[in-house]
């Protein structure tokens, strides 16, 4: 998506922010919002699917994933349309647009289904904090507020995913810096 088309599409308004950044801030959150619908079809894939003997507890798990992805969906497309520009929000620009990891499809067993959204999760959450950071650096606080409240959820969801992980004996490493191929490590 380029700059062009967001500001063809740009509503005016009476927001302050000068024009620059309102759409860089813009490009910024249909990033993420693509990546947010990604990441919320997901834990229904996994919600779907999931066998096992955790099935009930992570069916309801993985449902309320998704029910909390949806509200973080509108607060980011909301904001986007607040600062003039227009939430892109189909699957296909979902597809084209995010760039988190492809969730494994042929997967049913809990553990795994867990494991594979840690990642997803973690990722999620690696490039919100970075969009902390770029809408600060730029002084628009109301979209850095936003991205805050938003990783404040996220970082508790995978903190959730990593108890669980850690319930059932497996472990999770952190292997961002030296490992160039993160997985978790059973």
């Known amino acids: 998506m380029s700059q062009s088309d967001d500001h063809q599409g740009l509503s005016p308004v009476r927001i302050d922010i000068p024009l620059e950044i309102r759409l860089y801030v813009i490009q910024l959150l249909q990033q993420t919002l693509a990546c947010t619908l990604d990441l919320r079809s997901q834990p229904k894939q996994a919600c779907w699917n999931v066998k096992g003997h955790d099935l009930v507890l992570l069916h309801a798990l993985f449902a309320t994933m998704a029910t909390e992805l949806d509200a973080h969906i509108d607060l980011v497309a909301e904001r986007l349309v607040v600062l003039g520009g227009v939430a892109r929000g189909t699957v296909r620009t979902a597809a084209t647009h995010s760039r988190l990891p492809e969730y494994p499809g042929a997967i049913m067993d809990g553990d795994a289904h867990v494991r594979a959204l840690t990642e997803c999760f973690a990722s999620y959450a690696t490039a919100l ?22 990783s404040r959820g996220v970082d508790q969801r995978l903190g959730f995913l990593e108890a669980y992980l850690h319930h059932c004996g497996a472990r999770t490493e952190s292997t961002r810096q030296d490992d160039p191929n993160p997985t978790l490590k059973p």
Do not use: M, N, Q
């Open 129 to 150: 904090r970075a969009d902390i950071a770029h809408a600060t650096e730029v002084e628009e606080a109301g979209s850095a507020a936003l991205y805050t409240d938003i």
